[in-house]
């Protein structure tokens, strides 16, 4: 008759475990991220255009800004699978809402004849902009920190692991 082992105590909750992103996953992220703010980069010339130029660039404007939302889309899918860190997951979601709502500011504001709600869009694309440049940043140090901790498992691979929990100090 044998003794039945006992599992081992675990005494980290499991926020404070570690878990390294999946590389794929994450290098997609990345690449879709630098696409999304090139295509908002497009989009602005595009409004300017249709602005200052001609309102027939207006038409692009809007046929890009209903493909654009399928990019944070995607993104948010690979952050999952990635196992990126929860609150870049968290953050993926918030710029899909964003540029989700982004032409809604468009609509309610002719629906309900209120021009000044339609001077929104134009912040919240300078929001969409400014998170997706953030979750860039975030993205590419994670894989740099990725490799440098597959390289050498040493005090830098330890600021790797608090950098994918989010909990880096600066």
């Known amino acids: 008759m044998s003794i039945p082992s006992v599992p081992p105590v675990v005494t980290s909750s499991p926020q404070q475990r570690t ?3 999946r590389r794929v996953p994450l290098v997609i992220y990345t690449a879709l991220a630098v696409v999304f703010l090139l295509c908002v980069v497009v989009q ?5 255009a249709g602005i200052f130029a001609s309102a027939s660039w207006l038409s692009s404007h ?3 800004g209903q493909i654009l939302p399928v990019i944070p889309l995607l993104m948010v899918i690979l952050g999952l699978v990635g196992k990126l860190p929860r ?15 982004q032409p809604w500011f468009i609509y309610l504001a002719r629906g309900v004849e209120t021009p000044l709600l339609a001077a929104l869009h ?6 969409i902009f400014a998170l997706a440049l953030y979750l860039l940043y975030r993205a590419r140090l994670i894989l ?6 597959r390289r050498s498992r040493s005090p830098q691979h330890e600021r790797s692991e608090r950098v994918f929990q989010g909990s880096e100090q600066r």
């Open 44 to 48: 602005v010339f595009l409004a300017g």
């Open 19 to 21: 878990r390294a992103p």
């Open 144 to 149: 740099h920190l990725s490799d440098e901790g």
């Open 122 to 127: 134009p912040v919240n694309a300078l929001a």
């Open 87 to 101: 609150n870049i997951n968290w953050l993926t979601v918030l710029l899909f809402v964003l540029v989700y709502i």
């Open 62 to 64: 809007g046929i890009l």
